[in-house]
Structure formats: C-alpha cells, structure tokens
C-alpha cells in the first residue's frame, strides 16, 4: 500500500539458530502477491502522535510502533496450541505526507481491507486518535454480515471528545459511535473515575454504551476476570466479531510509565491477561490495536515490552 513505508531490516531479530527460531525471522514484509486467510496476522504501525498533541498530552508515541516491533521481533513462536500454518506480515509505517485527516483514511482503508478477509489486523500507535480508522473499518467490514460487531476500549479515558476542537487522540469514540450509531455496541473497561467528566460519561450513558469503572473493579473484592465475566455476561453468551483497542495507559503507571498520561492505578498483567485470554475464547477478536506507547517516557523499556507481550498473545491465539 503507497502510503505504508517498510520498516527497517535491523528491526527483524534473529539468531541465527534453527532450533531457537524467533518472530523477526518468521514475519513477511510483502502481502501484496498473497491470498490473505484465517492464518495470517498483518501487522501496521501509525508513527503519528500529533492527535496527542492537539488533545495536550506529552509527544512521544510516534516512536511507539518500532519499539514495540523491537521487541515482539525477538519473541519466539509459543511450542504448542497455535494454528498451522501461521503466516505474518509486516505493513510497514503509515506516511506523514499529508494532514492528520487524510493519513486515518488512509488507515481506514488498509485496516479494511484486511478485515474484509479472514485475516486479522494487529495495529501499532501512535495516538489513540486512530482507535477510530482501526475501529470504524472493523465495524464497516462487519456491518450487515451476522451479529453485530463489538468494540472493547481497554483506557483510562472515555475518549468521546467532540471534534470541534478537531481529530484529537480523546477524539476516536466520539466518531465511531456518530457515524456507526446502532450499527456497532461499544463496551469501555477500566476508565478511572478521575479521567473523565460527567458530561462525557452522560454522554455514553445516553448511547448506551457500557462502561466498567476501575474503581469498580479495584473496590469490589473480587479478582477482576470475576467482575468482567459478570458485568459481560449478556455480551460473553453471543459469539460474534470484536475488535479490541487498548491504551496502554488504561495500566498501571507500574508497568506501563511510558504514555502521554500514566497513573499508579489502572490494569495489571496478572489481572489483565486472563481477560483478554477469555474475549479470545468467546469472541472472533478480528482486530487489536495498541496505542500511545511512547519510548522517550518509558523506564526500561518496560512499556513497549508489555505492549509487545500483549501483541504475542494475539498473534498466538486461536480464533473463535
């Protein structure tokens, strides 16, 4: 695709070892030529943080897309339980040769023409601006063909800002809900009381979307797959396509320091994973995207290390 640039050849970790193979070595930069199937992951990065910018937050996700490639390169294939044949692609890096608006178009297309097929997408930011391209060309592959598609915000934020201030990074669900009404239900987890007003949680009252406070879950008593199970317990009886957008700033500051706006609350791996590893079982998880990993205000690269970790187990993970 014109607008995507490859990503650099030392990005692709290897050690020269048949029996200790890893990602890097196993990952295609080229799909063009391929007929995409339920076996392949194609992988895309958005090096843009200006919606994080434009919303007032700290610069910096634009290297998040390589620093999380740099390490889920060097991760090696899980020994049992995969699907065979697995095949991944790389995309590559969205360009920067036009306004902020037309390179989420141009994310939308490429993120919809891989939902289109039995491939899955697997995205990379960047602000979470581009929750909304990655988001709106899922539930536009989806509409109209089965259930109705489901998007999961794993955040600290709402993220349903009006666009009158512009396309902003607390921008993305604002959009998809204006333009995708009816046609999609938006589920939020985790959003931390002290990040977002009440209008704006008015405002999703009013849609209807659902929405599970931290709080709730840190209060409760209970371990927080217990929680979710039960608050999700309608959605979790319907198969159907999900697409998951997490912000990595929906974790702890503990693990993930490295975004725009951190706090010492937030998800936890321990109680993160055996959540995402039931939305995996029970839903047909066609997309995820991780957004607004920022290298330059991470601490031992701890944060794009989790991010990479959460991308392994998706790429791993056997579609419902």
């Known amino acids: 695709m014109k607008f995507f640039a490859p990503i650099p050849n030392d990005l692709l970790f290897s050690r020269q070892d048949q029996l200790d193979p890893r990602l ?24 843009d943080d200006e919606g994080i910018r434009l919303n007032g937050g700290r610069p910096g996700a634009a290297q998040g897309p390589d620093a999380i490639r740099r390490f889920l390169y060097r991760l090696t294939p899980p020994a049992t339980g995969t699907r065979n044949p697995l095949r991944l692609f790389d995309l590559g890096n969205l360009q920067h040769a036009s306004d902020l608006a037309t390179r989420h178009t141009e994310a939308q297309r490429a993120a919809r023409q891989v939902m289109a097929s039995p491939a899955r997408w697997l995205s990379f930011g960047g602000g979470h601006d581009y929750g909304f391209p990655d988001t709106s060309a899922f539930v536009d592959a989806h509409q109209g063909k089965g259930p109705k598609p489901l998007v999961i915000n794993l955040d600290a934020h709402l993220d349903v800002r009006s ?25 939020q987890l985790g959003v931390q009381a002290h990040c977002n007003s009440q209008h704006h949680r008015q405002w999703c009252e009013d849609r209807g979307v ?39 700033d929906g974790f702890s500051s503990s693990i993930a320091m490295g ?13 993160f994973l055996p959540v995402m590893n039931l939305f995996l079982a029970r839903w047909q998880v066609r997309g995820l995207g991780i957004y607004e990993v920022s290298p330059p205000l991470d601490n031992d690269q701890r944060t794009a290390k989790w991010a990479a970790q959460l991308a392994h187990r998706f790429i791993f993970s056997t579609p419902s």
């Open 210 to 248: 659902k929405v599970l406070f931290w709080e709730d879950l840190m209060f409760s008593g209970e371990a927080p797959i217990v929680v979710v199970s039960r608050f999700l317990e309608n959605e979790l009886q319907r198969p159907r396509p999900a697409f998951l957008s997490i912000d990595i």
């Open 24 to 47: 890097g070595e196993i990952v295609q930069l080229d799909f063009a030529n391929h007929q995409l199937t339920a076996n392949d992951v194609v992988i895309a990065g958005y090096p």
């Open 259 to 271: 975004c725009s706006q951190s706090w010492a609350t937030g998800w936890r791996p321990e109680d």
């Open 163 to 187: 666009t009158d201030q512009g396309l902003t990074s607390g921008t993305p669900f604002y959009r998809l809900l204006n333009e995708f009404h009816g046609k999609c239900d938006l589920v």
